[in-house]
């Protein structure tokens, strides 16, 4: 059973950047796809950035130009750079791994326990 945890969050203010990574417990080579997701309060959990074992990566809308995903498979680790942070990016992230189609329907084998980012405005 993979095991991911996630590190990096914090209180940042708005306009301001941080990465936050995903250390996995095992290879990432071999994972289809690897993402990070997040949850406001009283909101559902979305799909904010993907990347697949060959490279290619999608974003939500709302973070496209100012996120970046990552991945370095020798580490075993997923990074998300996240620049121009605004308030409304407050919320719990949390890093999934598993096959690429799980990624995109919101079932990601594999989750971490998550970690918090707040926005200050």
């Known amino acids: 059973q993979m095991q991911l945890v996630e590190s990096g969050g914090g209180l940042v203010q708005a306009g301001g950047s941080l990465r936050l990574s995903c250390a996995a417990s095992e290879s990432i080579f071999s994972i289809n796809a690897m993402g990070w997701y997040r949850q406001a309060s009283g909101k559902q959990r979305e799909l904010v950035a993907a990347i697949t074992s060959g490279g290619s990566t999608n974003y939500a809308d709302s973070v496209k130009g100012r996120f970046t995903i990552s991945r370095d498979n020798a580490k075993n680790t997923v990074y998300l750079q996240m620049n121009s942070l605004k308030p409304e990016d407050t919320a719990v992230y949390y890093c999934?791994?598993?096959?690429?189609?799980?990624?995109?329907?919101?079932?990601?084998?594999?989750w971490g326990q998550g970690t918090q980012v707040t926005v200050s405005s």
């Open positions: 999934a791994a598993g096959q690429e189609y799980r990624m995109y329907t919101g079932r990601p084998r594999y």
